[in-house]
Nanobody
Framework: QVELVESGGGSVQAGGSLRLSCAAS??????????MAWFRQAPGKEREGVAAIFTGGSTYYDESVKDRFTISQDNAKNTLYLQMNSLKPEDTAMYYC????????????????????WGQGTQVTVSS
């Protein structure tokens, strides 16, 4: 059973930085997901895809976070990261880690339905 556990959220002032981590467990030796991603959900809004990293290292970023956020992973530690710089109040949300084992194509944006595994989330609050 795959389990994803996020950490690293917190409160920061606008312009600050945070690094989120997502520890993945339950994959057999050498097993890796096809894609791991970060989604976020602000109060009263739909969950939206922020960034993703695919087998082979290619990445996807939502336009709202390009040049500010960086997604990366440490395969030896089975851990996904999201480095968030130049944070804005509109980045305030619950951030979720997601993973999927089977290949899929990204069209205009990341879709929740493409991912089978989810973490419980970590809160990020950015004050102005």
């Amino acid at each position: 059973q795959v389990e994803l556990v996020e950490s690293g959220g917190g409160s920061v002032q606008a312009g600050g930085s945070l690094r989120l981590s997502c520890a993945a467990s339950g994959y057999s030796d050498g097993g890796r997901p096809y894609c791991m991603a970060w989604f976020r959900q602000a109060p009263g809004k739909e969950r939206e895809g922020v960034a993703a990293i695919f087998t082979g290292g290619s990445t996807y970023y939502d336009e709202s976070v390009k040049d500010r956020f960086t997604i990366s992973q440490d395969n030896a530690k089975n851990t996904l990261y999201l480095q968030m710089n130049s944070l804005k109040p509109e980045d305030t949300a619950m951030y979720y880690c997601a993973a999927e084992d089977f290949p899929f194509r990204v069209h205009s944006r990341l879709e929740e339905t493409d991912f089978g595994y989810w973490g419980q989330g970590t809160q990020v609050t950015v004050s102005s």
